[in-house]
């Protein structure tokens, strides 16, 4: 079952919806004829599939509010899903209760953007480092261990002993990272999920935390589930790259592949509108108009044809889904089936 | 929405000079250009001046004319755009812009300014970047570096600046 060909991490249409409301009103709504009325939910998440091999770095990138966070809450099962699989060495969890998971969080951890509001103010940095590791540790003999474990955990990500008998307020940011990374370590995870891990983080101290994320996966064989909405970030640290628009999938590359031939018209436009630090660009600027739509009420057909320069009548119709097109990149466009519109 | 919203009110009243703090990084890099764009156009048609505050820096590399850079409290480094981007003098400059992962030429790890930011409330004596600083000698410690001429338009303070070329 944990055959090398197993990916470290499976996820199949993967679907989270939040009802909204959900008061006796809401309950209530009726239409004009007196028929009960659908209560409201965000699709935030909405038939997303992909999967991560042992030791591979697949980034989710998109723009605030398409879903990456839902999607590592979801895989955590901080959320139920609505419907899908996540599949962990093959083995599904997405029906697990919170006392079937106490295995699985041995094999994946999680770290956040705010590793402030992560971490235990109340806590000293050895018993928050420690804490996934004592809940997995059974016996006198192995708990005796723990201490000496901390230690070295925490030399390995650049605190020192000194810092174990701290409190998280006494550390800067990018110590708390540190901090976080040391924590999700200690059970020796084969996956990390990691929520936006830099984006609160100085420039200067990205590097730092990108460095040692990046050593770790060298080291330690592991797989990062790496959120970003910084594509300098993700260029820099993925394998691989996944594009989310509205809670869907709209493309999947090799990073290298994603970066040069993008073939979503957003992934295109995503990539064409980053800002960068380079005199000039060897990129036409896709500008695109009009706004995100709700959540609340998704577009029929493509996701994106509200705001697609290429949008034509199939769009609006029929469901584009993520479809091969070779070396590895996957691409939900009508496109792929009729690319003569492009050229207009 | 609402920052497009504020953005017009600032240039309803034909301002001579518009200060933004952090316009657009609570924003989607697609609707950021968006704004970006409209601000640039609508400065140029006005005849405006802008003040524009940010950490983004290839955002203030695309925007504006002149950089300043600041470093605990202290103007570090200014000057013209590209000269201050493609041959910063100050060490602090020369790291954040190393930080920056290079989409065209990548590298296994990126180069980092080590340690962290000093608190204000107990600043080092001398240079304020002397504890990162991979150049800092004793006189670093000694003195504070006043701001000075370097090359062409660009102002730096530092003891030790770099030169046209120089790496770190
Ligand atoms: N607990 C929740 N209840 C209701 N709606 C939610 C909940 N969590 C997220 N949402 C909604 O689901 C959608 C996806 O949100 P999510 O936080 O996953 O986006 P994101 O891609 O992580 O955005 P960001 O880049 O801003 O972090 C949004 O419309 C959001 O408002
Ligand atoms: S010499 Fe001083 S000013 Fe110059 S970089 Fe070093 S520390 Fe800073
Ligand atoms: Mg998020």
Redesign the interface.
Known sequence: MTGRDVPMLEVRDLTMHFPVGGGLLDRLRVDARGVRLENPVVHAVNGVSFRIARGEIMALVGESGCGKSTVAKTIARIYDPTAGEVRIEGEDIAGYGFADMLPVRAKMQMIFQDPYASLNPRQRVRDIVAEPLLEQTRGAQERKQVPARIEQLLARVGLSAEHAGRYPHQFSGGQRQRIGIARALSVTPGLIIADEPVSALDVSIQAQILNLMKDLRDEFGLAYLFISHDLSVVHHIADRVGVMYLGFMVETAPRDVLFARPRHPYTRALLSAAPSIKAKRDVEEIVLGGEVPSALSLPSGCCFRTRCPFAWDRCAQERPSLRDVGAGQAVACHLIDEPERERT | ?RQRVVIAIALLARPRLIIADEPTT?????????I??LMRQQIAEKGASMILIT?????V??MADHITVLYCGKVVERGRT?EL??TPAHPYTR???D??????H?H???????G??PDIRNLPTGCNFRD?CPRAQALCAEREPDLARQHATLWAACHFPLKPGETA
């Open positions: 929405m609570a924003l989607d890099v697609t609707i950021q250009s968006q970006l764009k950490h983004d820096l290839a955002v590399s695309e590209r981007i493609e790291g954040l812009i930080s920056i992962p290079d989409t065209a990548r296994d790890r990126l180069r980092q300014i080590p962290s930011i990162r």
